[in-house]
T-cell receptor, first 113, second 112 residues
Framework: DQQVKQNSPSLSVQEGRISILNCDYTNSMFDYFLWYKKYPAEGPTFLISISSIKDKNEDGRFTVFLNKSAKHLSLHIVPSQPGDSAVYFCAATYSGNTGKLIFGQGTTLQVKP | IAGITQAPTSQILAAGRRMTLRCTQDMRHNAMYWYRQDLGLGLRLIHYSNTAGTTGKGEVPDGYSVSRANTDDFPLTLASAVPSQTSVYFC???????????FGPGTRLTVL
């Protein structure tokens, strides 16, 4: 039972354009969501997060949107750069889950120069 | 040491052998985690520890054991490796009040 789903295994965009990565979840208890970025042969690194009390969080070129009614979140990267090419994982947790994260399958983003 | 280190970087192991993956952090984080990453499945939690002396089971604990004798170290042991345990293993840590986890560089394990 995949509680966090990233239905697009891959995404390709042109440099300078917007990248939109999507994530859906099924567990209504989730109240905190994170995005991680992973380069080959490296561990995932934290990118941006959002609490369920918000519907948007922005950090530079990265913005995460949360739609609680649809149980959907998305990561927008504007403008996309070749260095953004990586695997992106969304993750979710809830208060009382003692920090345990549930990860999606990941989406591989390729930004073409 | 800065952050989280894992050893070995990679390992090829015969089925049935015992193997311990090492993880050390220097951030004085209370919580530590072990994940495995498999294509199409993302990262799945194997075991976790909220503080030294305590451990808990994650999503896929079977075939693995952990110990947490002190704050810094969190080894993962495969008592008798099987080919389905071929994967990339990541150790992570976080502060007790934080949701953000910091990951090590991973160990690529192949069980033949």
């Amino acid at each position: 039972d995949q509680q966090v789903k990233q239905n697009s295994p891959s995404l390709s965009v042109q440099e300078g354009r917007i990248s939109i990565l999507n994530c859906d979840y099924t567990n209504s208890m989730f109240d905190y969501f994170l995005w991680y970025k992973k380069y080959p042969a490296e561990g995932p690194t934290f990118l941006i997060s959002i609490s369920s009390i918000k519907d948007k969080n922005e950090d530079g070129r990265f913005t995460v949107f949360l739609n609680k009614s649809a149980k959907h979140l998305s990561l927008h990267i504007v403008p996309s750069q070749p260095g953004d090419s990586a695997v992106y994982f969304c993750a979710a947790t809830y208060s009382g889950n003692t920090g345990k994260l549930i990860f999606g399958q990941g989406t591989t983003l390729q930004v073409k120069p | 040491i800065a952050g989280i280190t894992q050893a070995p970087t990679s390992q090829i192991l015969a089925a049935g052998r015992r193997m311990t993956l090492r993880c050390t952090q220097d951030m004085r984080h209370n919580a530590m985690y072990w994940y495995r990453q498999d294509l199409g499945l993302g990262l799945r939690l194997i075991h976790y520890s909220n503080t030294a002396g305590t451990t808990g089971k994650g999503e896929v604990p079977d075939g693995y054991s952990v110990s947490r004798a002190n704050t810094d170290d969190f080894p993962l042991t495969l008592a008798s490796a099987v080919p389905s345990q071929t994967s990339v293993y990541f150790c992570a840590s976080s502060s007790v009040t934080g949701n953000e986890q910091f990951f090590g560089p991973g160990t690529r394990l192949t069980v033949l």
